[in-house]
């Protein structure tokens, strides 16, 4: 995972219910059935490319209740919620979702990497998720393209009220 995932574990960083927490959460329901077999790793396309991000230590380590090293981390954003992970578990564990649990929880604490509460502004001010340049709007005209259709905002905002996540990037737009 990260750096920090690497240094070496001390007993009193462990959250015994931690586990439980997560086990009690939409999909993380079968976290304590996983025995490190490490096929959702061998199988994740994203770890196939990445040298920290390894779904099945994830797993291990909300297993063990490292809470504040799997919450703080940011390998896991990484994950492409692909699913592959989750249809090949031979214990069912449904590792996508354990992650979304994960990241939903990091989230309402306020870990959320910078490049997506820029998106997240992004599209809470515009509609879209990147900015897109004002030159490229005239290049389309140039081209004979349409105007973008205009991103309703109000109601992306309408639709998110009362998320936590939204607290973290609304400071950006108002
Ligand atoms: S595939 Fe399932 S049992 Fe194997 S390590 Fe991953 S979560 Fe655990
Ligand atoms: S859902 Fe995430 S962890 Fe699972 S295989 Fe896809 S990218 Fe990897």
Partial sequence: MTETAQKPIKASEMDPKFKYEISKMHGGEK????????????????????????PRQIIRMTQLG?????????????????????????????????????????????????????????????????KIPELRMKKRETQGLPPLPKGNSESVCKSLRGISFLKHVEKKVE
């Fill in 66 to 130: 490292l809470k504040n090293r799997v919450l703080d981390s940011d390998t896991l954003w990484l994950c492409a919620a692909c699913f592959t992970c989750t249809d090949r578990c031979p214990q069912d564990v449904e590792v996508a979702s354990v992650i979304r649990v994960l990241r939903n929880l990091a989230a309402e604490q306020g870990h959320i990497p910078q490049v997506f509460k820029e998106q997240a502004s992004s599209i809470l001010e515009s509609g879209y998720a990147y």
């Fill in 31 to 54: 976290l304590m059935r996983c025995f490190q077999c490490g096929t959702c790793t061998s199988d994740c396309p994203v770890a196939r490319f990445s040298e920290t991000y390894r």
